[in-house]
């Protein structure tokens, strides 16, 4: 079997949303307009946020329209008691100084073992963490435990917004297996994918790190490597280029719901099956679950001849390449004012006095913004799973199912209102009443009311 992970969103419904704005997408075979035009990382065409973290400069309207990436910091997170320190990508307008980690979808403090929860509740998308920096070959590692049962994928990759990707990747009806694989700018080549056997990923830790060199990977389990890739070995000889992961890079944990019905029958069945959204853990503790313990970020060198014009910011030199050789260092600005803005005017919409400051990723927002009149998404079938057994490029799904659009959410959860020690196949606890709690932190992305976005990736050929 071959496995394929990609790099854009199947799209939701957006009739019962956004009355009179037109609606477009961008794509290998049309850009964003100049109204609208950033490209994000799912395939929507907008200004503000869509310019930033992993914005596409290749189907943007001008390579620079996105926002430069933040360089990288090393930075050692561990997630107890930590969701009031990640900012809701709603309200965030770019300023890495503000937090370290984004969220959408639903995030819980789990007291009881210092972790963070990223939570699918019943017919939603499920959840994506997020880094506010790129980084540009390093090493990265996480302590997590995956989530579990068929359908129930959970990830954790490296992804560009020219759709260079590393990845591991958990289908949640075996345990005992990592799925990992690569990506050069989102081409589809179902080569590239390798398993690691470990075991029980779901009751047990496990630390997966990705360690990019300019000339070699490597994904590791607890400090054993477990497969390793060499640059030269994806010289492409029409192309005279080398197929590698190259460009600075955000750093993505999630779990989606790769076995919901509406997916391709192809994916429904890479994903163990179709997910049931009534198993034990839909009742309680009142959604599917991952577990993240800790990150770990250490930044390489830049390689050897970057331009460099500053400290602060990767960005390319021009809209020519999107190699490694293309990208500089700068002093650019990596953020905006407001969600009118785009790299091509940073200061739309700002009055004289207006400043960025931490209220941009207040965590406790409930503004909806005026964001939904800066996007422009169109519902092609260029970002949907193809039905039969040859897979498009997809790696980002949507709750469009249930119609529950709801808030993204914070809250906390103990022990002693819902147990995450639990077997193989089914969650086990004596409490049948703890209920993921309700919280308003903000709307997801500048849509929610669309969509729900969330990250990961895979397919079955």
Known sequence: MQFLASVLCLIATAAQVIDATEIYSCNATVSCPEEFPCCSQYGQCGTGEYCIANCNPIFSYEYDACLPGPVCKDISTKFDNYTSKVANINTYLGNANDADWLYTGTILDYDDEGSMILAMPKNSGGSVLTSSRDIWYGKISARLKSSHLA????AFIIFSGVQDEFDFEWVGADLNTVQTNYYWQGVLDYHNSANISTNDTFDSYHTYEIDWHEDYTTWSIDGVIGRTLFRNETWNETLQAYKYPQTPSRIQLSIWPGGNVTNAPGTIAWAGGEIDWNADDITDPGYYYAIVNEINVTCYDAPSGTSQNGSDSYIYKNGK????????????????DTDEGTGLNITAGATTSSTVSSSSTSHNSTSSESSTSHISTSITSSTSHNSSSTITSTAY??????????????????????????SRSTKTSSSTTSRLASANSGSLLSFNNIIIFFSALGLLL
């Open 151 to 154: 359908g129930v994928i959970t």
């Open 321 to 336: 390449g999107f190699l490694q050789e293309d990208v500089m260092i700068s002093n650019k600005r990596f953020y905006l």
């Open 397 to 422: 799904q949507n709750s469009s199912s249930t119609g529950d659009h709801s808030s993204a959410s914070i809250t906390s959860v103990s022990k002693s209102s819902s147990s995450h020690s639990s």
